[in-house]
């Protein structure tokens, strides 16, 4: 599902609360309330527990109190971060729960371990869901510095090529490494401005390595695993052999064949974008 960021900006812009307001002000009046109103029920149970003499119960609901509020000033801050990057989140990450929850579409409420959650139909889906901060986060993705270094790379290694047998003028199977080593999900999931967004591939890098990979048919290898947590170069080496060797060809002058229209192939990838 394609994010409005249009719309999230929208709402950003014309939010009735400012940098001054409290932790508790930025989830709408109704979700502000609730948490009011359980912080209000904890504070009432602890000072029974204290004029009960019941130490032990009014020492955890205190635990909880100040969990809670570290709760709450976390959730600032995943807004705060969310408003930040709304331009700069790479497509590895799956916004549309957090997106809606953001824009004050989702209950919030604790649960029995003080954690905040948000309560919402998930929109992909109509299934309504609970989700953590740290769930909401976890998946959250930038897009990172690694565009312009592999756009410079290609620049130099054309520049510096001729037919003297010069070696390169960097080490590229090193540079690879260095730039897929925190970008790699990126590099998966965002367009690469290196690559002709008009080829087969349409500018994305995975479609490229999913392009090379497909027989004539258009069928990919019974081992080869789409999943995108595969990719992770501690254990899968197709992003550095895609990368290390196109930058190998530009320098050595051999022509890539892998961006040329390959109708089968594009086959492959209508359907894997119909999945």
Do not use: C
């Not at 000033?73 to 408003?83: C, G, I, L, T």
């Not at 989700?131 to 756009?151: H, K």
């Not at 730039?179 to 008009?198: E, G």
């Amino acid at each position: 599902m394609k994010r409005d960021i249009e719309r999230l900006e929208r709402y950003y812009e014309n939010v009735p609360y400012g940098e001054k307001s409290r932790a508790v002000e930025i989830h709408g009046l109704k979700n502000q309330e609730r948490i009011n109103n359980y912080v209000a029920r904890l504070v009432k149970g602890h000072s029974e527990a204290i004029s009960k003499g019941d130490k032990a119960t009014a020492s955890k609901i205190q635990t909880l109190i100040y969990h809670i509020d570290k709760e709450v000033a976390n959730a600032e801050v995943m807004k705060q971060e969310h408003a930040a990057g709304l331009r700069s989140t790479s497509n590895w990450a799956d916004m549309t729960f957090m997106d809606k929850a953001m824009l004050e579409q989702a209950e919030v409420n604790f649960n029995e371990d003080g954690k905040m959650t948000f309560t919402a139909e998930d929109p992909r889906t109509g299934i309504t869901r609970t989700e953590t901060i740290e769930s909401m986060s976890a998946n959250f993705e930038e897009i990172g510095d690694w565009m312009q270094p592999l756009m410079k790379a290609k620049q130099d290694l054309l520049a510096a090529r001729n037919d003297r047998g010069n070696p390169p003028p960097f080490d590229i199977n090193y540079f690879t490494n260095n730039l897929i080593k925190n970008n790699w999900k990126s590099i998966v999931a965002d367009k690469d401005p290196t690559l002709d967004p008009n080829g087969p591939s349409r500018g994305y890098r995975l479609q490229l390595m999913l392009l090379e990979a497909a027989d004539q048919e258009g069928n990919l290898p019974d081992d080869f695993n789409i999943d995108k947590n595969s990719f992770d170069p501690t254990i899968d080496d197709r992003i550095f052999k895609n990368i290390s060797e196109e930058l190998k060809r530009v320098f050595y002058g051999s022509k890539p064949n892998t961006e040329e229209p390959q109708t089968e192939a594009q086959k492959l990838m209508s359907r894997l974008d119909n999945k």
